[in-house]
């Protein structure tokens, strides 16, 4: 039978008694607590027991401080006979459930008890000491149980160019009384020219590793010197799952090293511990720490260097870790309409700098689920359920309305800025909208930031843009826009044939979807297997298919051989998959992008240069270069998935009935085609009857 985990009142005696008699068998450990103290708790909310066969074989007692926000927790007790059962870890998830409004939960424990290891188990973190009243004076260990609320999450913003985590070894080159064999590497991070560039912080790893140091006065030294560094408290549960899928993929991929288990383990924990946290680069000068390298940045998107790379390296490690598209790829971000009656606990997370009071704010949102406009109100979260964009929504004949549109602070709130503009786009092209209008009078600075590069202009207090649904000639496309009240999609543009590519460009981004096909912007046709069509695509479709919302990247990079086919920038590309196991029916142009930049280079150049956007490893990427040891990087953006994808007969139909040659030897590499052939397969992918 199952374990349930029940609160109790002071009014039922016979659970209170049974859990004082539970205590009482514990009384070493636990300490003495008497009859009255648990019933005082039970009267605030403060005591849960645990239930199997109608036998209490555990509970938690805390309290429930008034002027404090956490949760302070004076028995977690489990009978002996019943452990191993993860009752204790229901007991404290079923804490943190019923009052996930307070900050965590802090706890005490004499160090020569040996629970360190429960404690870290359940996701607690070491938080200082003390000596205890006790005639022996043992100490105490505090520990620490966040909750991870917004103004925790938040804690990756700094005025520094760059954060970075450091290890246990990094510190104590840091924190030592001496300068170590190695320990001038790790303290020209401190030197005063890295002040404004560079942030060291610190993950419950290294707190753990410190509080496992037996000489107190080292001990204390280096507790004390964690004060100058940024603390990071990243989601318990998520690095669990991260730190399990490293370990997998190390013993997977590298059984030689699995010698130090508990060295290995620790170093796994760092990685998993700086990506949950949402940074990207993590320190070291632990040589196994360093073998993971390969594999923190496959599965966790972390790049494990060594202090100098840091030192030397700032501005590059920067631009990978502030815009990472790519992490949209394949995450768990998911979208779900905001729930009646949530409106107020979204406040904490979208309200913008005191400028929409949080009852107002509330108040707007409430108000615009009630009225008689049929307002769909989205609300995105991350893989660890928290709310990191909300926008709200309403077609009023032909103008998509956004009356709330708010992005979080979060490590990827740039790159889910930029996706929600796209998104909008295209919610106003398929429900037929000619105009966007966003009038929150308080969008967050990241997404007002972010919309001028998608044609938003202001007008009478409001973002505006126009959603031009026709891929034809430059006067096919100014006279869809006439009659809009149209800002100049760029400066100084008049459309006209034969305008320039790099003008053709701007307009088609600001006035999106907008395709001017007698512009000198050229067209191609690439090639892709279905491994990376599917890895940047989704097509042909995963068997865990990404949330269609988020799915697809605004900017990616691929790989291909080097040779020159006449490539230019900026360019429109059609993504033909080929070999796809199915003969000519499952070969098909699925997609088109803008080509934003075409670079050749030695593969671990283009490697430093695009990591950040691609989902490539060093292997791949080596291989396309062949034999001539360099390869080519097609960065583009803006994809768009056809609805009816091209099959290979219907390319070579349209492609002869414009009286154009046609060759199997086209599909082969990257072509240049003509624009007449880019607007039928275009228009081919997007037909609806």
Same mark, same amino acid.
């Given at each position: 039978m199952a374990v349930k985990v029940l609160p109790v009142s002071s009014a039922q005696d016979h659970l209170i008694e049974k859990a004082v008699a539970l205590g009482d068998r514990d009384t070493r450990t636990l300490g003495l607590m008497t009859p009255p103290a648990y019933r005082a708790m039970a009267d605030e909310g403060g005591l849960l027991i645990a239930v199997e066969d109608e036998e209490v074989v555990g509970y938690a007692l805390f309290g429930l401080p008034k002027r404090n926000p956490y949760i302070r927790l004076a028995h977690l007790c489990v009978a002996t006979e019943h452990r191993s059962k993860g009752i204790a870890r229901a007991l404290v998830e079923t804490i943190k459930r019923r009052h996930p409004q307070r900050l965590g939960v802090r706890a005490k424990c004499r160090r020569d008890y040996g629970l360190s290891g429960m404690w870290r188990n359940l996701g607690f973190v070491p938080q200082g000491e003390a000596r205890g009243r006790g005639r022996d004076g043992e100490f105490l260990d505090g520990w620490w149980l966040d909750f991870g609320h917004p103004d925790?999450? #938040? &804690?990756?913003?700094?005025n520094a160019l760059l954060v970075v985590t450091i290890d246990h070894q990094v510190f104590a080159d840091l924190s030592g009384p001496t300068v170590e064999d190695g320990a001038e590497e790790s303290r020209a991070l401190e030197a005063g020219w890295m002040t404004d560039l560079v942030e060291l912080a610190y993950t419950p790893q290294?707190?753990?590793?410190?509080?496992?140091?037996?000489?107190?006065?080292?001990?204390?030294?280096?507790?004390?010197?964690? #004060? &100058?560094l940024r603390q990071l408290a990243p989601d318990a549960e998520a690095v669990t799952r991260r730190s399990d899928e490293l370990q997998r993929t190390v013993i997977e991929m590298m059984p030689e090293i699995q010698g130090d288990a508990a060295a290995l383990r620790r170093g796994v924990r760092y990685i998993a511990e700086t990506s949950c946290a949402g940074l990207q680069v993590l320190a070291t000068r632990d040589p196994l720490l360093a073998r993971l390298a390969d594999v923190a940045w496959e599965v966790a998107r972390v790049r494990v260097v060594a202090p100098s790379t840091v030192t030397l390296h700032v501005d590059e490690l920067r631009q990978a870790q502030l815009y990472r598209p790519a992490d949209l790829l394949g995450t768990?971000?998911?979208?779900?309409?905001?729930?009646?009656?949530?409106?107020?606990?979204?406040?904490?997370?979208?309200?913008?700098?005191?400028l929409d009071g949080g009852s107002s704010f509330a108040d707007r949102l409430r108000s615009l689920g009630s009225d008689a406009i049929a307002w769909r109100r989205e609300l995105l979260r991350d893989g660890e359920g928290n709310p990191v964009a909300l926008y709200v929504w309403a077609l009023d004949r032909r103008t998509l309305l956004v009356p709330v549109l708010r992005t979080s602070t979060h490590h990827l709130e740039e790159s889910l800025a930029r996706q929600i503009f796209f998104l909008l786009k295209r919610l106003g092209r398929s429900y037929g909208a000619e105009t966007i209008c966003i009038t929150d009078p308080h969008p967050s600075a990241t997404a007002r930031s972010a919309s001028g590069d998608d044609g938003f202009f202001e007008r009478e207090g409001s973002l505006v843009a126009f959603v031009v649904d026709v891929c034809g000639s430059a006067a096919e496309v100014e006279a869809a826009a006439a009659g809009l009240g149209r800002e100049p999609a760029a400066k100084g543009a008049v459309l006209h044939a034969g305008m320039p590519a790099e003008v053709a460009a701007v307009v088609e981004r600001a006035w999106w979807p907008a395709k001017i096909v007698d512009s000198e912007l050229p067209s191609f046709l690439v090639p892709i297997k279905p491994r990376w069509s599917t890895e940047l695509f989704n097509v042909p479709a995963m068997l865990l298919p990404r949330g269609e919302t988020l799915g697809i990247s605004r900017e990616h990079v691929y790989y291909r051989a080097s040779g020159h086919r006449g490539e230019s920038v900026p360019a429109r590309l059609l993504w033909y998959v080929s070999d796809g196991g199915f003969g000519a029916e499952g070969q098909m142009v699925v997609a088109s992008s803008r080509l934003d930049e075409v670079v050749i280079d030695a593969p671990d150049t283009l490697l430093s240069k695009f990591e950040h956007l691609g989902v490539y490893g060093r292997a791949d990427v080596v291989e396309a270069a062949g034999n001539t040891g360099q390869t080519m990087a097609l960065r583009f953006s803006d994809t768009e998935i056809f609805p009816r994808p091209v099959s290979l007969r219907r390319l070579a139909s349209l492609a002869e009935g414009l009286g154009l040659p046609w060759s199997s030897n086209l599909l082969i590499s990257l072509t240049k085609i003509s624009n007449k052939l880019f607007?039928?397969?275009?228009?081919?992918?997007?037909?609806t009857t």
């Open positions: 925790l999450f #938040s &804690s990756v913003e700094s290294l707190v753990h590793q410190i509080r496992d140091i037996t000489d107190a006065a080292e001990r204390h030294h280096q507790r004390a010197a964690l #004060s &100058s768990e971000f998911r979208a779900g309409e905001v729930a009646p009656g949530a409106e107020g606990e979204l406040v904490a997370f979208f309200e913008q700098d005191g607007q039928a397969v275009y228009q081919e992918g997007h037909r």
